[in-house]
């Protein structure tokens, strides 16, 4: 069993940056594969950044924007979010496991944290 606890989330301006973390409850060098993902009301939560073994991935609205990255030494996953505009408002979950897919599938979930940008 993998628990995460998200911080970093709060009110920003458009334009300004948010860093996010994630601290896993077990060593993250021995997790396969991380994300953020964003939930908005009434959406499914959408995969904006992914990290594994072989490198990073992100979601067509954040690149360049977004930055996903470990600390294996803290144990914290992080998401650093700069340029943010309105429609990057949402729930940011952090997910781990053998999977952390596109599609929504993961084995662990964090509580999520709230970001919001106001314009």
């Known amino acids: 069993q993998v628990r995460l606890m998200e911080h970093g989330g709060g009110l920003v301006q458009s334009g300004g940056s948010l860093r996010l973390s994630c601290d896993t409850s077990?060593?993250?060098?021995?997790?396969?594969?991380m994300g953020w993902y964003r939930q908005v009301p009434g959406e499914k939560r959408l995969l904006i950044a992914h990290?594994?073994?072989?490198?990073?991935n992100y979601g067509d609205s954040v690149i360049g924007r977004f930055t996903i990255s470990r600390d294996n030494t803290k144990n914290t996953l992080f998401l650093q979010m700069n340029s943010l505009k309105p429609e990057d408002t949402g729930v940011y979950y952090c997910?781990?496991?053998?999977?952390?897919?596109?599609?929504?599938?993961?084995?662990?979930w964090g509580q999520g944290t709230q970001v919001t940008v106001s314009s």
């Open positions: 997910a781990a496991g053998e999977r952390v897919t596109w599609f929504g599938e993961a084995d662990y």
């Open positions: 077990v060593s993250i060098e021995t997790i396969t594969a």
């Open positions: 990290i594994d073994s072989e490198g990073e």
